[in-house]
């Protein structure tokens, strides 16, 4: 452990290309400030430092998108915070500041800890976790975030989410209005977040009006078929209407690179029970819909991945080349 003295003259050194960072830095310095009484610590150049005995060096590396990992290590005045990449570094800052007792408990909100001289803390710290998920999906949050984008996504840069998972249906014509989530894409990529699509959408792309007229198409559940959530994966006429459609719906999402995939939420267990169904694990049956979304994803959009979440451990379903398999738990 180790005395982080918030009476001495603090400096932080900027990493050598500060400005895909910068929202992240500057958030750093004012909360410092706060916690100093008022007294930001200078903002100073990685390629001209000025003399100081109090550093807080900033760096980073690029190992792509998908990693968001950091470290922060703390000396007697100096600490060095690291980030995988800017949203690593970005975390590692949060990170930091979380441990000195700074918190932003929902949007708009801040905890701040009672007025000390020092602060106590743990000498090294790091996370080397994959992307961190946040999937609004109530119509009123989703409102909530276009109405204020700004304070939801330092919100979201301060928990240390690396991507927005919306809904189809955000990319819709009638609510993405004049380009509404381009706009939301700008403001997320200052904080270096990615939007992505979908997350428990996939009723959403076996319209359920189908159940009146098509009955095997859905899932069975003790001997019954079930109008309600997923549908029946080995039905092969299921899962040509499932590409049709998922075309249509992905075809409207336009420039986004990632589509999460998850079972529908409280129903993650709900699979298909029917005679040819029953040789399929849960997760083997999400993987053979995991697979047709895929393939009218490399269709509408050859560049973009679908994202889908590991439940099972040990198998290994064939899946397509444009899924991402993510192999932890999200929220
Ligand atoms: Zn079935």
Known sequence: MINFDLTRDWVIICPPD????KKCIDDLAENLGKLMGNKKPLLADAFNPPLSDCEIILNLDDHGHEECGFQWRMGDGRVEIYGKSHK????????????????????????????????VLSVNKGSDSGRNFYFPSQKKEIRKITGNPEEFFIWAARQ?????????SAFSSAFNKKGLIGKLTNIASLYNIMIEAGGSEISALLPRRHYFFNRGFFHMEEGKRKMHNHLCPTNPDALKLLIKNAKKIFSRVKGIGFFYLRPDTGKENSWCSC????????????????NAAADAL??????????????????????????????????
């Open 160 to 168: 240390q989410y690396d991507s927005i998972v919306f809904p189809f």
């Open 298 to 331: 490399s269709e509408v959009h050859p560049d973009a991945y679908i994202r889908i979440q590991a439940t099972e451990n040990k198998e290994q379903f064939p899946l397509r080349k444009n899924i991402i398999k993510i192999e932890r738990p999200t929220d």
């Open 88 to 119: 690593g570094l970005s975390n590692g800052i949060y990170d930091f500041l979380s441990v000195l007792g700074i918190n932003w408990p929902s949007m708009g909100r801040e905890s701040l800890p009672p007025p000390s001289s020092m602060i």
């Open 275 to 290: 005679p040819s169904c029953r040789a399929f694990s849960k997760q083997e049956q999400f993987c053979i819909i995991a």
């Open 18 to 21: 500060p400005v895909p960072v």
